[in-house]
């Protein structure tokens, strides 16, 4: 199981692949998790936001585990998984997180509680009884998703619980990292791709970052010059991703993410379960267009 010394480095949050039915294409999945374990990230994260979590059934997650779990015994891979379980209702999310302990999950990941729009008191709760499942929990704040935000004295009492192992931050800016800081606090991974050298330089151990399953190895070489002292290299490496990122977020992801790795033949198609629909011709090109003019590693 993860613990606070592994919230640290690259993590990729992994997509979903479907077949052109609607249905979980596990060969894809198979053959695009090992083009990605084959990288020196620190750790995958299965039914995440980029995993198209709410569309996708527990089974299916059952089966994306089993088979990350397979391929990175294969490869003598020693990396954490990390899965998804938060949901709107504690009880549920309570549930998840201890099937994803039986499936043999390093930590769960739970959002903060969507939609009920619950008070800060309740947000507490949520945590409280997630934490003690025994699987450690990562807590990931994105408030453009979620409807609610945790205060900084909620966050603070959140991060302090015991079965709590640090924070994905996805709230669009530097101000919780900043004041998180100014305490002794838990490692804190950039959820928000755009602001990963920016997370670095204010104390972030790391990033869970989408767009990382675009050339891969160059986000690791970001985190890789800025973790050996290189902050300058690491900046300049971070810039040539800045239009990557740009048109991966242009539309909801992970549309043109699933999109290239269509293109790259990682996956057999680039499906979205509705409401997502497919990157528009604009964003293909466009994307197209970027990458062609960079020069980074595969």
């Known amino acids: ?127 409280s009884n997630a934490s003690r499942t025994g699987l450690p929990i990562l807590v990931y704040e994105i408030p453009a998703r979620t409807g609610s935000r945790m205060t900084l004295d909620t966050m603070r009492k959140v991060l302090d619980l015991d079965g709590v192992i640090g924070l994905k931050d996805s709230t669009g800016g530097l101000d919780l990292l900043l004041a998180l800081t100014q305490y002794e606090t838990k490692p804190v991974l950039c959820g928000e791709d755009a602001y990963l050298h920016a997370m670095l330089c204010q104390g972030a151990a790391g990033g869970m970052v989408a767009s990382a399953n675009i050339h891969t190895q160059r986000y690791v070489d970001v985190y890789q010059r800025f973790a050996s002292g290189d902050v300058n290299g690491s900046r300049d490496s971070f810039k040539q991703l800045q239009p990557l990122i740009s048109d991966v977020f242009a539309e909801p992801a992970p549309a043109s993410i699933k999109w290239w790795l269509a293109q790259q033949q990682l996956i057999a198609s680039a499906k979205l379960r509705l409401p997502l629909t497919a990157a528009s011709e604009q964003a293909k090109q466009r994307l197209s267009n970027t990458l062609a003019e960079m020069v980074v590693p595969s």
């Open 1 to 127: 199981m993860m613990n606070e010394q592994h919230v640290q480095g690259i993590y990729i949050p992994v997509i979903a692949p479907f077949s052109d039915d609607s249905k979980l294409d596990i060969e894809s999945y198979r053959k695009y998790v090992t083009h990605l374990a084959k990288h020196d990230i620190q750790g995958l994260v299965v039914n995440g936001t980029t995993g198209e979590s709410p569309t996708v059934s527990w089974d299916e997650v059952k089966q994306m585990v089993e088979v990350t779990k397979e391929i990175l015994t294969s490869l003598n891979k020693s990396i954490p998984l990390v899965v998804g379980t938060g949901t709107n209702d504690t009880y549920s999310t309570v549930h998840r997180t201890e099937m994803a302990a039986e499936l043999g999950a390093d930590a769960a990941m739970v959002v903060t509680p969507y939609y009920n729009r619950p008070t800060q008191e309740g947000i507490l709760e949520h945590f």
